[in-house]
């Protein structure tokens, strides 16, 4: 089993940049492929990006690509999403999942992919 612990949100100008962390504990990080979620009030749990083990290896989703990057340092178990240019659609509650193998899974674009994640850290973007 591991846990995660989302951190890094807040309120934030559009334009502006946030960086969000997401701490891993309980087993070893590097044997998991790690994503980030969001999801805003009445809507589905929408992918934002994905990571394999090793890192060599991303994902995104088309909107957030260019804005967003994922990045991973195994040595602090720890996963990281840099977000630039933010824009007030951009405002929902971001999760971070993993997944119990060390690569993203064909059907990465789905929460049910995952197999663990954190409580999430709210981010709110104004214009």
């Known amino acids: 089993q591991v846990r995660l612990v989302e951190s890094g949100g807040g309120l934030v100008q559009a334009g502006d940049s946030l960086r969000l962390s997401c701490a891993a504990s309980g087993q070893t990080f590097s044997a998991y492929a790690m994503a980030w979620f969001r999801q805003t009030p009445g809507k589905e749990r929408e992918f934002v990006t994905a990571?394999?083990?090793?890192?060599?290896?991303?994902y995104y989703a088309g909107s957030m690509k260019g804005r967003f990057t994922i990045s991973r340092d195994n040595a602090k178990n720890t996963v990281y999403l840099q977000m630039n240019n933010l824009k007030p659609e951009d405002t929902a509650i971001y999760y971070c999942?993993?997944?119990?193998?060390?690569?993203?899974?064909?059907?990465?674009?789905?929460?049910?992919?995952?197999?663990?994640w954190g409580q999430g850290t709210q981010v709110t973007v104004s214009s």
């Open positions: 990571i394999n083990w090793g890192g060599s290896i991303t």
């Open positions: 999942a993993a997944r119990s193998r060390a690569y993203v899974g064909g059907n990465y674009l789905s929460s049910n992919e995952y197999d663990h």
